[in-house]
C-alpha cells in the first residue's frame, strides 16, 4: 500500500466525509452499493477537499440493521465485496489523500455470531459469560426495567438457557459483556486485523454503550423530555444511568488507544448517545493522550436550529472539557449523518429555503471548533426523501411508524446524475432504497460548473477550512451581541491570525456596529451581507467570516 505521509496530528480538525456504501455507488447493477463502486468515485470526494473517509459497517451481517448487526468482524459481506475490493479501495484513497476510516460496532454483535451461537448453547460453554445474560424474575418478567432503542424491552427470553440476554438495540443484536477480559481482548484483536490491512481509524458506533452496570439496578424515570428521542419511543422515559455510559468505559477506552497508538497516525471518533450527559461525556472520552481522540453526540443533530443551542451546547463542552482536562479534549460535530432526518430539512421552514440553509450550514460548520464530520450528498443540499411504508426498510422506522419513519429517508442513493432509470447510481432495475425525484434535481453533475451551487459553496468553505490554521485548529470565543437572540458570533483565533465569524440564524434582517477594525478588504467568506463603514446588515440566514485587522 502507499505510504501515507507522517502526520499524528491529522485528525485534529479533519474534515471526514461519511460514505454509507450502500447508497454510494452500484458497480454490479444489482441495486445496492458496494466497495468497487466507492473506489470508482473516490476522486469526486477528493475533489470536495476533505480529509478522510469514514465507511459504514461492511463487514459480514444478515443485515437486519444494514450491517450494524455483525457476524464477523473481520471479513467482506458479499453484498459489498471482498477483502481484495477493500484493499484496493484503501489504496486508491490513499493515493488521492484520503484516509480511510471505518465503523466499529463493538458495543453488541449479530444473533448469527459464532460466539453468541456459542454462548447460547448452555451456561458452561467457553464462552458463556461473553454476553449479557441474566435470570428471570420470580414471575418470569425480565430482570429490570431497561428499554430497547428500538423499542420494548432490553432483555429477551432464551429457550436454550432458559435465561434472558440483554440487546440494546434489536432483539437480534446481543450486546457483549465487556466485564469480560476475554471478550474485550477479542474485540482488540478484530481492530488490530483492520490496522493491519492500512485503515487510519475508526468510528466507534455506541461507544458510551459498552459496559452495564453488573448489579442491574433499574433506571429511573426520566426527569423530562429525552433530546434526540422520537416522542412515541418510550426509550426516552428513563434515565439511563445503568444500561450506558458507565465508567468502567473508560479502562477499556485506554486500551482501545493503546493499541491505536502501536500504528502512527492513526485515530479514533466515538459516537455518544446519551439523552442528558453528552457533552460531559465526549469531554471524559477524549481527555488527553490516553483515550479517544474525538468524540460527537446528537446535539447538533436535532432539530434545535438557534444561536443560544448551538452556543449552548459549545459552551457545554468547553466548560466539561475545562473541568476534566484544561480543555484538551477534542469535539466532533456534524449536522447530517446515516441516523437523523437531513438537516435541510430539518432546519428550512419551506423548500425554497433550503439552499439557504445549506449554504449557511456548511459554512458555520467549518467555523466550529473540532473536526467535522460531513455526510454523503449533504454538499448537494438534499432533502430527507420522502418514503411510503411498503418502500422503508428500517426496523426502527417500521416499529415506531407513522409519527417516526425511521432512518431511511436520510439513507436513499446518491444522485451523481439526471440519467434514467437511478440517476448514475445503478444500472439495475430497481434499487434498494428508491431515487426520488427531487433528488435528482440537485445530482452532483449538473452541480460541477455552477458557480452557484451549493457544492460549489462546499468545496469553497473546505478549501477555506484548510487554508486557515485558526479555522482547523485555532481557539473559539464567543463574542457579546447585545439585545440579539438571532446571531451567534465568535472569533477563531490562534498565533497567526483572527477571525471573525457572525451568524444570523433568524429570517429576519438584523444590524450590527462592528469594529473599525473590519472592515470590506477583509472579507474571506458571506452571504447575504451588507458592510457599510462599521454597520453590519445581515439578511436572512446571513454571515459573514472576516479577517480581524490588528
Request: proline residues 5%.
Given at each position: 500500500?502507499?505510504?501515507?505521509?507522517?502526520?499524528?496530528?491529522?485528525?485534529?480538525?479533519?474534515?471526514?466525509?461519511?460514505?454509507?456504501?450502500?447508497?454510494?455507488?452500484?458497480?454490479?447493477?444489482n441495486?445496492?452499493?458496494?466497495?468497487?463502486?466507492?473506489?470508482?468515485?473516490?476522486?469526486?470526494?477528493?475533489?470536495?477537499?476533505?480529509?478522510?473517509?469514514?465507511l459504514?459497517?461492511?463487514?459480514?451481517?444478515?443485515?437486519?440493521?444494514?450491517?450494524?448487526?455483525?457476524?464477523?468482524?473481520?471479513?467482506?459481506?458479499?453484498?459489498?465485496?471482498?477483502?481484495?475490493?477493500?484493499?484496493?479501495?484503501?489504496?486508491?484513497?490513499?493515493?488521492?489523500?484520503?484516509?480511510?476510516?471505518?465503523?466499529?460496532?463493538?458495543?453488541?454483535?449479530?444473533?448469527?455470531?459464532?460466539?453468541?451461537?456459542?454462548?447460547?448453547?448452555?451456561?458452561?460453554?467457553?464462552?458463556?459469560?461473553?454476553?449479557?445474560?441474566a435470570?428471570?424474575?420470580?414471575?418470569?418478567?425480565?430482570?429490570?426495567?431497561?428499554?430497547?432503542?428500538?423499542?420494548?424491552?432490553?432483555?429477551?427470553?432464551?429457550?436454550?438457557?432458559?435465561?434472558?440476554?440483554?440487546?440494546?438495540?434489536?432483539?437480534?443484536?446481543?450486546?457483549?459483556?465487556?466485564?469480560?477480559?476475554?471478550?474485550?481482548?477479542?474485540?482488540?484483536?478484530?481492530?488490530?486485523?483492520?490496522?493491519?490491512?492500512?485503515?487510519d481509524?475508526?468510528?466507534?458506533?455506541?461507544?458510551?454503550?459498552?459496559?452495564?452496570?453488573?448489579e442491574?439496578?433499574?433506571?429511573?424515570?426520566?426527569?423530562?423530555?429525552?433530546?434526540?428521542?422520537?416522542?412515541?419511543n418510550?426509550?426516552?422515559?428513563?434515565?439511563?444511568?445503568?444500561?450506558?455510559?458507565?465508567?468502567?468505559?473508560?479502562?477499556?477506552?485506554?486500551?482501545?488507544?493503546?493499541?491505536?497508538?502501536?500504528?502512527?497516525?492513526?485515530?479514533?471518533?466515538?459516537?455518544?448517545?446519551?439523552?442528558?450527559?453528552?457533552?460531559?461525556?465526549?469531554?471524559?472520552?477524549?481527555?488527553?493522550?490516553?483515550?479517544?481522540?474525538?468524540?460527537?453526540?446528537?446535539?447538533?443533530?436535532?432539530?434545535?436550529?438557534?444561536?443560544?443551542?448551538?452556543?449552548?451546547?459549545?459552551e457545554?463542552?468547553?466548560?466539561?472539557?475545562?473541568?476534566?482536562?484544561?480543555?484538551?479534549?477534542?469535539?466532533?460535530?456534524?449536522?447530517?449523518?446515516?441516523?437523523?432526518?437531513?438537516?435541510?430539512?430539518?432546519?428550512?421552514?419551506?423548500?425554497?429555503?433550503?439552499?439557504?440553509?445549506?449554504?449557511?450550514?456548511?459554512?458555520l460548520?467549518?467555523?466550529?471548533?473540532?473536526?467535522?464530520?460531513?455526510?454523503?450528498?449533504?454538499?448537494?443540499?438534499?432533502?430527507?426523501a420522502?418514503?411510503?411504508?411498503?418502500?422503508?426498510?428500517?426496523?426502527?422506522?417500521?416499529?415506531?411508524?407513522?409519527?417516526?419513519?425511521?432512518?431511511?429517508?436520510?439513507?436513499t442513493p446518491?444522485?451523481?446524475?439526471?440519467?434514467?432509470?437511478?440517476?448514475?447510481?445503478s444500472?439495475?432495475?430497481?434499487?434498494?432504497?428508491?431515487?426520488?425525484?427531487?433528488?435528482?434535481?440537485?445530482?452532483?453533475?449538473a452541480?460541477q460548473?455552477?458557480?452557484?451551487?451549493?457544492?460549489?459553496?462546499y468545496?469553497?468553505?473546505?478549501?477555506?477550512?484548510?487554508?486557515?490554521?485558526?479555522?482547523?485548529?485555532?481557539e473559539?470565543?464567543?463574542?457579546?451581541?447585545?439585545?440579539?437572540?438571532s446571531?451567534?458570533?465568535?472569533?477563531?483565533?490562534?498565533?497567526?491570525?483572527?477571525?471573525?465569524?457572525?451568524?444570523?440564524?433568524?429570517?429576519?434582517?438584523?444590524?450590527?456596529?462592528?469594529?473599525?477594525?473590519?472592515?470590506?478588504?477583509?472579507?474571506?467568506?458571506?452571504?447575504?451581507?451588507?458592510?457599510?463603514?462599521?454597520?453590519?446588515?445581515?439578511?436572512?440566514?446571513?454571515?459573514?467570516i472576516?479577517k480581524?485587522?490588528?
Open positions: 500500500m502507499i505510504a501515507q505521509k507522517h502526520n499524528s496530528d491529522w485528525w485534529r480538525g479533519a474534515v471526514i466525509y461519511q460514505i454509507y456504501p450502500r447508497s454510494f455507488q452500484d458497480s454490479t447493477g441495486g445496492i452499493g458496494d466497495l468497487q463502486g466507492i473506489t470508482s468515485r473516490l476522486p469526486y470526494v477528493a475533489d470536495l477537499g476533505v480529509d478522510a473517509i469514514w459504514s459497517p461492511i463487514f459480514t451481517s444478515p443485515m437486519l440493521d444494514m450491517g450494524y448487526d455483525v457476524s464477523d468482524y473481520c471479513d467482506i459481506d458479499p453484498l459489498f465485496g471482498t477483502l481484495k475490493d477493500f484493499d484496493v479501495l484503501v489504496e486508491r484513497a490513499h493515493s488521492l489523500g484520503l484516509k480511510v476510516m471505518i465503523d466499529q460496532v463493538l458495543s453488541h454483535t449479530s444473533d448469527q455470531h459464532k460466539w453468541f451461537a456459542e454462548s447460547r448453547q448452555d451456561k458452561t460453554n467457553p464462552k458463556a459469560d461473553w454476553y449479557v445474560w435470570d428471570a424474575k420470580q414471575d418470569g418478567t425480565p430482570p429490570n426495567n431497561w428499554q430497547s432503542v428500538f423499542g420494548g424491552s432490553a432483555w429477551t427470553w432464551d429457550t436454550r438457557r432458559c435465561q434472558y440476554y440483554l440487546h440494546n438495540f434489536l432483539t437480534s443484536q446481543p450486546d457483549l459483556n465487556f466485564h469480560n477480559a476475554e471478550v474485550q481482548n477479542a474485540l482488540l484483536k478484530t481492530t488490530q486485523f483492520w490496522l493491519e490491512r492500512g485503515v481509524g475508526f468510528r466507534l458506533d455506541t461507544v458510551n454503550f459498552y459496559f452495564h452496570d453488573q442491574l439496578r433499574n433506571n429511573p424515570p426520566s426527569k423530562g423530555k429525552a433530546a434526540g428521542m422520537p416522542e412515541t418510550p426509550y426516552g422515559f428513563q434515565e439511563h444511568i445503568y444500561d450506558k455510559t458507565r465508567p468502567e468505559n473508560i479502562g477499556f477506552l485506554k486500551r482501545f488507544r493503546a493499541l491505536l497508538d502501536e500504528y502512527p497516525n492513526t485515530t479514533a471518533v466515538g459516537e455518544v448517545g446519551d439523552e442528558t450527559r453528552a457533552m460531559q461525556t465526549m469531554a471524559e472520552y477524549t481527555a488527553g493522550n490516553d483515550m479517544l481522540h474525538m468524540c460527537y453526540s446528537f446535539e447538533m443533530l436535532g432539530s434545535a436550529f438557534s444561536a443560544d443551542h448551538f452556543k449552548s451546547t459549545i457545554n463542552f468547553e466548560s466539561a472539557s475545562n473541568t476534566i482536562t484544561e480543555g484538551q479534549s477534542w469535539p466532533c460535530w456534524a449536522f447530517s449523518n446515516h441516523d437523523v432526518m437531513r438537516h435541510v430539512s430539518r432546519w428550512a421552514q419551506t423548500d425554497i429555503e433550503q439552499e439557504a440553509i445549506a449554504k449557511l450550514s456548511i459554512s460548520l467549518l467555523a466550529l471548533k473540532g473536526s467535522i464530520c460531513i455526510y454523503q450528498g449533504e454538499e448537494l443540499g438534499l432533502p430527507e420522502e418514503l411510503e411504508f411498503d418502500e422503508i426498510t428500517d426496523p426502527y422506522g417500521k416499529a415506531f411508524w407513522p409519527k417516526f419513519k425511521g432512518r431511511d429517508g436520510c439513507r446518491m444522485v451523481w446524475d439526471g440519467t434514467e432509470p437511478n440517476a448514475g447510481f444500472n439495475g432495475a430497481k434499487t434498494w432504497l428508491p431515487v426520488k425525484p427531487d433528488h435528482v434535481a440537485k445530482n452532483s453533475e452541480q460548473d455552477d458557480a452557484a451551487s451549493v457544492l460549489a459553496h468545496k469553497s468553505g473546505l478549501s477555506l477550512r484548510k487554508n486557515h490554521n485558526a479555522l482547523q485548529k485555532g473559539l470565543t464567543f463574542c457579546d451581541i447585545p439585545d440579539d437572540e446571531t451567534l458570533a465568535f472569533h477563531r483565533h490562534d498565533a497567526s491570525e483572527k477571525l471573525i465569524c457572525i451568524f444570523n440564524l433568524s429570517r429576519s434582517s438584523v444590524d450590527h456596529k462592528v469594529s473599525s477594525l473590519l472592515d470590506s478588504q477583509c472579507i474571506v467568506r458571506s452571504s447575504n451581507v451588507t458592510l457599510d463603514g462599521t454597520q453590519l446588515k445581515l439578511g436572512p440566514l446571513g454571515y459573514i472576516a480581524c485587522r490588528s
